[in-house]
């Protein structure tokens, strides 16, 4: 069975900061798509950005970026200038070949003034 | 594009009680998903629909549990004889035809007494 980890349960980061977030999998796919979601305390699962599996080029969406290392099945997520908007539950969720996403268990990111 | 809809946003029913909880997807997405959600743990996989057959469900998905979309545009998930253990937030996505990103609703958020 595919596996994610975001072996971070909490990380804090003063405002303005970059941060950033770790996350594994283990996958048997050679194509496929990562993400990362963040939930805030309202709960809405939000897309925070997008990698495809065939691209070495790393995404990067504003002050969000990946270090997408397919060999190591690493995925993580840098926050640059981090902002207060920005705390909430963080989820990696690679997707397998049936467009299933496999989520983490979350990594809590706190925003600190 | 008015989003995912859920509704209710929040559902408290005593144990043994039957609930009904209702998805409104983005008007052109053909697929649409249920997860269920428990506080401190990422989403997990309920069922899937393609229009309006169902594809995939979980074996999380006991017999108590039913989902349908009809026309192929709403879709409903009923809880029968609820149990406490069912309590969580119930969430919905959305996704286009060959499109990868799942949009999520703002998810119902169930309390079983």
């Known amino acids: 069975a595919q596996t994610v980890t975001q072996s971070q349960p909490e990380m804090s980061v003063q405002e303005a900061e970059t941060v950033t977030l770790s996350c594994t999998y283990d996958t048997s796919e050679s194509d496929y798509y990562l993400f990362w979601y963040k939930q805030p305390p309202s709960r809405q699962m939000i897309l925070v950005i997008r990698q495809e599996a065939y691209k070495q080029q790393n995404a990067t969406e504003n002050r969000f970026s990946v270090n997408f290392q397919k060999a190591a099945k690493s995925f993580s997520l840098k926050i640059s200038d981090s902002q207060l908007g920005d705390a909430a539950m963080y989820f990696c969720?690679?997707?397998?070949?049936?467009?299933?996403?496999?989520w983490g268990a979350g990594t809590k990111l706190i925003i600190k003034p | 594009d008015t989003g995912v809809s859920q509704n209710p946003r929040h559902k408290i029913t005593k144990r043994g009680q039957n609930v009904t909880f209702r998805c409104d997807p983005i008007?052109?997405?053909?697929?649409l998903y249920w997860y269920r959600q428990t506080l401190g743990q990422g989403p997990e996989f309920l069922t899937y629909?393609?229009?309006?057959?169902?594809?995939?469900k979980s074996r999380l998905l006991s017999d108590r549990f039913s989902a349908e979309r009809p026309k192929g545009s709403f879709s409903t998930l009923e809880i029968q004889r609820t149990e406490q253990g069912d309590s969580a937030m119930y969430l919905c996505a959305s996704r286009g035809q060959g499109g990868e990103k799942l949009f999520f609703g703002s998810g119902t958020q169930l309390s079983v007494l």
């Open positions: 629909f393609q229009n309006e057959a169902q594809l995939e």
């Open positions: 008007s052109e997405h053909n697929r």
């Open positions: 969720a690679p997707m397998d070949s049936n467009y299933q996403l496999i």
